[in-house]
């Protein structure tokens, strides 16, 4: 920190009061997007042979892919030089498509609760700007397309930015006009989408680029956009996602780990360590529950989530050694693998209840496992 000599003291002073320098006056969560740094995979680091739709790795982030090609999507070290970054998330082609049909389709995305966008006042007549900003990387230069889609009101604005230089990497911006047509629903259910296209066929890239808000219409979406599964050799990164109001990008907002973690785990948390993908053979976090059976077999217990989730979440249960669906259970005696089941009704988006069948009634046992939750958009 700097210190003010006298006279630029006295220079800032007027009457009885001191006007300081402006440092960092930025809002705080003013980034729309969670997991922009790409810092948090509970999932795993790295999955292969991805031909179809789903989260991978990187917390919050979904590609589509519809037969374009076969990629490998992890998180990366690769990152932009002095900008705090240290992870970025990478998606390598190791099965090009250097013809795709017609409705083929390959993109990352980010989806938004409804209730976390109500500052942006869509269909009102004070609706506010968004601007993307980014940094980028991949060899296969050209032009890009970013599209935002309402899912309340099925409208939709895309527009383009291009990768200058092969392998480098580029901060890219993009402001989005304000629109003042279809509000969002205030409630926890998806309203809007970020898309990074990555590919497309002609049902996506056949009309005309849509650079204002419309009603969507396929073939406007991704005019322009290159194919990034032409070649095995093509390889793309992205990191310092952020998603703002306003009509001028500010600094990426960097926030604790600890921080990004909660925010991720609305949506999906497990009980393994970090480092550790669900489905692994490890004891490391499972959980070792005591208890009485009941009537019918079951051992039944309640577990508080780290987080109030989104929603009631989907369930996987794991043993230790990595067997889907079940828990190891002990009682007098015995044991061995048996299925665990989510208790209809009980189980929340605060708690999950279970119960696990041990093999006898009235009787006094132990259960282990380990589960994943998942409530995402």
Known sequence: MSILKVDELQSRTSGNRITLPDVNN??????????????????????????????????????GNSNLG???????TDVPTGQGLAKS???????????????????????????????????????????????VKSNKTGTYIAELFDTDNTRQISQSYTINSASTWEKKTITFAGDTTGTLNNDNGESFRLFFHLGAGSAFTSG??????????????????????????NEWYITGVQLEVGTSATPFEHITFDMN?????????????????????????????????D??????????????????????????GGTSGQWYYGRNGASGNSTATSYSGRTAENNLSTY?????????????GHYTLDAEL
């Open 26 to 63: 930025y809002p705080p969560y003013r980034n729309l997007i969670i997991n922009g740094d790409m810092s948090i995979a509970q999932r795993g680091t790295s999955q292969a042979s991805i031909t179809s739709n789903g989260y991978y790795t990187v917390d919050r982030w979904y590609i």
């Open 70 to 76: 076969t990629f490998t999507m992890s998180q990366d």
């Open 89 to 135: 998330l990478k998606l390598d082609c190791t099965t090009a498509d250097a013809s795709p049909s017609s409705s083929d389709y390959l993109f990352l995305q980010t989806k938004f609760e409804g209730q976390n966008l109500q500052q942006i006042k869509k269909g009102t007549s004070n609706a506010e700007s968004l601007t993307l900003s980014f940094w």
């Open 208 to 233: 005309t680029l849509s650079t204002t808000w419309t009603s969507s219409t396929n073939t406007d979406r991704a005019v322009g956009q290159v194919n990034l599964a032409d070649n095995t050799a």
């Open 261 to 293: 973690l909660l925010r991720c785990q609305r949506y999906y948390h497990k009980t393994y360590n970090l480092s550790d993908a669900p489905a692994s053979n490890t004891f490391t976090g499972h959980l070792d529950i005591s208890g009485f059976s």
């Open 295 to 320: 009537g019918s077999n079951n051992l039944l217990f309640a577990i508080p989530h780290k987080v109030r989730m989104r929603t009631t979440p989907t369930v996987t249960y794991y043993t230790s």
């Open 356 to 368: 696990v069948n041990i093999g006898a009634s009235w009787t006094g046992g132990f259960v282990a």
